[in-house]
């Protein structure tokens, strides 16, 4: 059995080879069509097939030996495609949905795990360097949806809890809002690249993408949201007063196509909760000018208690996702900073956020059922 998978800029057969467990040479028998050599990119936008049984016996055997995700290595977004369709596979009750595409067409996917009536949204990766957010959120979604498939507990969660969260809740997570981005901190740019030369020159010249926050237009997505997106504007311009990779607010609030998909998305659903995950800093950001409900501090000390990180009220940042939701929604919102360091966060500290991140997300999704009122 194969599967349908779309070339993306930057693919080689070596690259896809890698990440997906399959040889080079399996792959290019399969799809005689093709004629680039293993090192050579193939065209964006042409569709091959990938034999799915070669990944589906890897994630079998992580499974059995109690490692499915682990950030064992770079996570971008092939590995993010690789491993949503593997869900499918191996979680039939898990449901996939796109919200929309990026700048350069990459779709950008939401997983659904849950059926209850109340709504709770997670997303990850609005910052190309902070990819991390991705690969722990996927993490997460694997280690609920296993203990639902088996019946097990979680964490300090019994089995009856985690049917419990399940049968009331439903979790919404966009892992990677930014695939562009996040595919130009691991790949960085290649010959005949559509933005190559205006990346080179607002990345100051260096071909070193490695710190870059923004889309692949140099855009701050975290920057986009109508939230006092003016005041924002005019904090970022002395440091940010064009393209770059990092704090520009563009011309004008959701001008960038993943900020309207997030935009949209979340106005076709009933949120009770949303929390964007960012990294670095052990905090998590509760308030917005006031705004916020009367339980959000209180939520915040909980996510405190489950996690260890740090609950902190803000002043002096606009535009941003949380901001935006509290703004339009009147209810809880949180940015939580995973981890601490230098963006992006080494691989190592993979296994300590989690350890923290898991326990956090399972007490939002029990806020979330506790809550009362309607927008």
């Known amino acids: 059995m194969a599967v349908p998978y779309v070339i993306q800029p930057g693919d080689t057969w070596f ?42 016996r890897r994630l079998v055997d992580r499974a059995r030996k109690g490692e499915l995700l682990t950030g064992a290595g770079p996570y971008g977004y092939v590995e993010l495609i690789r491993d949503v369709q593997l ?33 709770v949204h997670a997303n990850g990766a609005f910052h190309a360097n902070e990819w991390i957010t ?26 009856r809890e985690v049917r419990s969260l399940y049968s009331d809740v439903t979790l919404w997570v966009v892992p990677m809002v930014n695939p562009d981005g996040v595919e130009l901190v691991h790949g960085g740019i290649w010959p005949d690249h559509p933005y190559g030369s205006r ?3 607002w990345n100051r010249g260096s071909w070193n993408f490695t710190g870059w926050k923004a889309n692949i237009r140099g855009v701050d997505l975290n920057d986009q949201f109508p939230a006092f997106w003016e005041e924002e504007r005019d904090r970022r311009t002395a440091g940010a007063p064009g393209p770059g990779p990092r704090d520009y607010t563009g011309i004008a609030p959701l001008t ?24 670095q800093g052990e905090e998590i950001y509760w308030n917005y000018r006031g705004l916020e409900p009367s339980a959000s501090a209180g939520i915040a000390e909980r996510l405190g208690l489950a996690s260890g990180y740090k609950p902190v009220k ?32 080494p691989l190592e500290q993979f296994p300590d956020i989690y350890a923290r991140m898991e326990p956090l997300l399972l007490e939002a999704m029990r806020a979330a059922r506790e809550l009362t009122g309607d927008r």
């Open 199 to 201: 990346l080179l020159e």
């Open 256 to 279: 960038e196509p993943e900020a309207q998909a997030m935009a949209q998305f979340t106005r076709y659903r009933d949120f009770r909760l949303a929390l964007a995950f960012h990294t």
């Open 314 to 345: 803000l002043s002096g940042s606009d535009a941003g996702y949380k901001d935006w939701f509290i703004l339009q929604y009147r209810r809880p919102a949180f940015t939580v900073e995973l981890g601490q360091g230098v963006n992006p966060l």
């Open 15 to 56: 690259r896809l080879a890698e990440r997906t467990g399959v040889p080079v040479g399996e792959l290019a028998e399969l799809n005689r069509n093709m004629h680039p050599g293993p090192s050579e990119y193939l065209l964006p936008g042409q569709v091959i097939f990938v034999p799915i049984a070669p990944m589906e």
């Open 134 to 159: 991705t690969p722990l959120l996927m993490r997460f979604m694997e280690q609920l949806s296993e203990a639902v498939s088996r019946g097990s507990g979680l964490g300090k969660m019994d089995p």
């Open 87 to 119: 869900f499918m596979i191996r979680y039939p009750f898990v449901q996939l949905e796109w919200i929309g595409r990026s700048v350069m067409g990459r779709p950008i996917p939401v997983v659904r795990l849950g059926i209850g009536p109340y709504e």
